[in-house]
């Protein structure tokens, strides 16, 4: 590809799949648009409420007014970077009507499909997200706050990465749900509404009580953009070694079960209304 | 004017005879708009029961207050989802199908049976539990209110969910003219998740002028909230009720002028 790294048949297979897959994002300009509204929306959110919250306080919870709104400009922005959402979506909408099969009989596997259109998504967007989260910066006028030490910053991008991998694994095994329950629609928005409190896109999640804070750590939730913000804002870097443990445990348990629940459903699956 | 509104509420009873009829075919997604929703107004209580454990009031209300402001919203939601959400969707796909023929040939308000022949039962249990909010946001207010405040909140609640009506046929009607409306509803969905997560209380300036009189959403459990505690003054009930008249006026001018835009896409 560049010269430097030798590229597989396998390897050119899956960086032509993210080539089509940013090109398809093209078609779908005004999502984009549409998409940067919503982040504008959160940021809006944050900055009202906060803003009340904060008249005549220095701090809540530790938080200064500036490191609350840096909190969610940087959460905002990792948050909507994860793409993989619509993976479970597409994949129960496709099972049920039967278009699923194409994914069986192209020679490329379900799940690395999947990952190269979440990567192909995240890399179109990455531009639109990073303007309507920023931009927030110049029209709040509030101090933007940022760790500078750089083993914090490789650490928290790190984590970053392998929580992307994992929601991808995530949102994949609950779209293989289809094949047993047919319809898992609903359970998704139900998810999503849980989701959107434990991964502290809502609030920062260290207003919760401690105990609630204990259990969330031995979830994967926790280190997807949650802790990653918190260390990019100097705070919790204490906690890197076992965000790292415990994100590699549940993508090794759930690269072990996909292939595992995707083989056993696959043959029980009819492909009604192709 | 008497005999149309007779007839009115005889269609509706029919629609929601039909709707019975054609729901006990799909059972297991019956409750569904029950449990997504519901699941949204306690997680929302969660987090303000989370943010109150830090500091001790928001814009002047108490956790009280923004409880029976959940509450509200969720009763407002409610009542939206189980009336008229499910017809008023279905707009959009109506006009670029054509398939609105069907309603314009009818001897009745093309608008009144798209709104309310989805009507969806499945959504009474979230009344249920926007009550069970609202007496525990009273409660823990400690409001003690008067049968007028009562009487007032009620009056406020009917209007407001008038409102939200207006807003989705507004925005759904908008079909008429332009190709896709998809997106514009994304806007929609945005401003309703802003004003659901931050009470109109918390509104200063351009963001007052925005969510109050442009795109009404702020004030819709606002004010049922402030009616309850006693806060608006005679001057705010002909305000506000003078915001959902003029938005109930527009609706109906876009409506009409939608459908003399209106070509029949099948035909």
């Known amino acids: 590809m560049n010269g430097c790294i030798p590229e597989s048949p396998v390897m050119k297979k899956y960086l032509e799949l993210i080539k089509i897959n940013v090109k398809t994002q093209l078609i779908w300009r005004t999502d984009a648009f549409f998409s940067m509204i919503s982040v504008c929306a959160k940021m809006l959110f944050a900055y009202l409420l906060w803003g009340i919250i904060f008249e005549g306080k220095e701090t809540v919870a530790g938080f200064s007014y500036s490191m609350m709104i840096s909190y969610y400009v940087l959460n905002s922005f990792f948050s909507s970077m994860d793409m993989s959402g619509s993976i479970s979506y597409e994949m129960d909408d496709k099972i049920r009507n039967g278009s699923f099969s194409k994914y069986m009989i192209i020679p490329v596997l379900p799940q690395a499909y999947f990952l190269c259109q979440t990567i192909g998504k995240a890399l179109f967007y990455v531009v639109f997200t990073f303007t309507a989260s920023f931009i927030w910066i110049f029209i709040f006028k509030f101090d933007f706050i940022i760790t500078a030490n750089a083993l914090h910053v490789v650490s928290a991008f790190t984590l970053l990465l392998l929580g992307y991998l994992f929601m991808q694994q995530f949102h994949y095994y609950l779209g293989l749900l289809t094949f047993k329950f047919k319809n898992i629609f609903l359970f998704l928005m139900i998810k999503d509404n849980i989701f959107s409190l434990i991964s502290g896109a809502v609030i920062p999640l260290v207003l919760l009580p401690h105990e609630v804070i204990s259990v969330f750590k031995f979830l994967p939730f926790y280190y997807i953009s949650y802790l990653p913000t918190m260390i990019l804002l100097g705070r919790n870097s204490e906690e890197v070694p076992q965000a790292f443990i415990t994100m590699l445990l549940w993508i090794l348990v759930l690269a072990v079960v996909n292939p595992a629940t995707y083989k056993y459903y696959r043959t029980k699956f009819e492909g009604a209304g192709i | ?267």
């Open chain 2, 1 to 267: 004017m008497k005999s149309s509104i007779l007839k009115n509420i005889r269609i509706f009873f029919m629609l929601l005879k039909l709707r019975f009829a054609r729901l006990t075919e799909f059972r297991l997604s019956f409750f569904g708009p029950f449990f997504v929703d519901s699941s949204l107004f306690v997680i929302q209580v969660l987090i303000f029961k989370t943010i109150y454990a830090h500091v001790e009031s928001i814009g002047g209300w108490g956790q009280g207050q923004m409880l029976i402001f959940i509450g509200t919203f969720s009763l407002i939601n409610a009542l939206n989802m189980i009336l008229y959400f499910f017809g008023v969707i279905t707009i959009p796909d109506k006009v670029k199908s054509g398939s609105l023929d069907l309603y314009l040939t009818k001897p009745v308000s093309p608008l009144f049976r798209i709104s309310f022949e989805n009507i969806d039962p499945g959504s009474l249990p979230l009344l249920v539990t926007s009550f069970a909010i609202i007496g525990y946001g009273i409660t823990t207010a400690g409001i003690i209110p008067s049968p007028a405040h009562i009487l007032l909140y009620v009056y406020f609640v009917i209007i407001m969910t008038v409102l939200w009506y207006d807003m989705e046929v507004i925005l759904r009607s908008l079909s008429f003219f332009i190709i896709s409306v998809d997106n514009i509803t994304k806007i929609e969905v945005a401003c309703l998740e802003l004003s659901f997560t931050v009470p109109g209380i918390a509104l200063r300036g351009f963001f007052k002028l925005l969510f109050y009189f442009i795109l009404p959403y702020g004030i819709m459990a606002t004010i049922p909230v402030q009616a309850l505690s006693g806060q608006p003054s005679l001057n705010g009930v002909f305000l506000f009720s003078g915001v959902v008249l003029v938005f109930t006026l527009i609706t109906a001018l876009i409506w009409k002028t939608g459908l003399h835009h209106y070509n029949s896409a099948s035909s």
